[in-house]
């Protein structure tokens, strides 16, 4: 097939949504699609024009307030269509859109080529937490025009799929995200690391993701007094330094990739994730891959992938008290901790990217196969 993905955020920046369009860029380079990949331009000159066999095609962008490292795409939708109209793809897929993919949607809408939206970060709630409440309503009706408008969505969690359809959303259908259980296991556990993050021994509460506003990652501090535990926090972002003054005897790792944080995260004895918006949450999998049980909200994807008293805990949004008294649980007893770590462990076994991809490759194959691309408008009318 020929693939367009236009994406929100793409490399250099590592998020979520670059992570997941890395691995989906492998699968369809190994089986020989042709790709393009659309995406912000970037100040880093080291950024290869060609990634797993796709080209990158970037567009004029600007950094986004208070958060620098992100570029928001400028242009209108004719920019986008003159280059859809260019490659002639059999299908877009939409990486979590919003600004760029908003405008794509319509290029392609306009051009007759069907899009699969991939629905990835719930933006919308993002607002209260940045202090621009009044811009919620606003940035839902953004997000139910693209996928309104989109041939057919994909979203990552029972939550987020029920979210979705409750707003109204149509031919929205599930497709979850794939582990590298190869790379995340709990071999990968180093005696070497533990003792240089913890050097008076004590057991790992570690954190894993962007230290940003919408992560929630303050909320650890509740855990700073826990007995005879280091608290270890991996990432980067521009909430760090403020971060590094709220819990001053916590480890600061910053950004790790590759076998350094598939060895961090086996390293942990468990694993937290405060942040409520999780769509999905692959932090939440990779610690789970690599033998480690997992205590975080009960809101978003995590409802999906951690089952209470088997393989971690959750606990009410806001609650942290019970958070800790979870945390402090699994802490306190060696064998119980031992028995969830299994338990988590197995759960993830056969969620591979390839099995994930090849699942995204059939969305494509059934939307391209569409007599004509049927979008409906708020009010049931088909456009």
Sequence with gaps: MRIAIVAESFLPLMNGVTHSILRVLEHLQERGHEVLVIAPSTQDSDVPDVVHGAQVHRLPSVPLAGYTNVRVAMGGVYRVKRILADYAPDVVHLASPFVLGWRAVQAAHQLGIPTVAIYQTEIPSYAARYGVPFLENWAWNRVENIHLLATRTLAPSTFALNQLRGRGIPRVDMWRR??????????????????AVAPGGERIIGYVGRLAIEKQVEDLAALADVPNTRLVIVGDGPQRAALEEALPNACFTGFLGGEELARAVASFDLFVHPGEFETFCQTIQEAMASGVPVVATGRGGPLDL??????????????????????????????????????????????????????????????????????????????
């Design 178 to 195: 794939g582990v590298d259980t190869a790379r995340f296991a709990p071999e990968k556990r180093d005696g070497g690391w533990r003792a």
């Design 306 to 383: 951690v089952e209470n008293s088997r393989t971690g805990w959750l606990y009410e949004p806001g609650d942290l008290s019970g958070m800790r008294a979870h945390v402090m649980d699994l802490m306190g007893d060696d064998a119980k901790r031992r028995a969830f770590a299994a338990a988590a462990h197995a759960s993830v076994q056969g969620r591979t990217w390839p099995a994930l991809s090849a699942e995204l490759v059939r969305h494509y194959r059934e939307v391209s196969a569409l007599p004509t691309q049927t979008s409906v408008s708020r009010s049931g009318a088909v456009l």
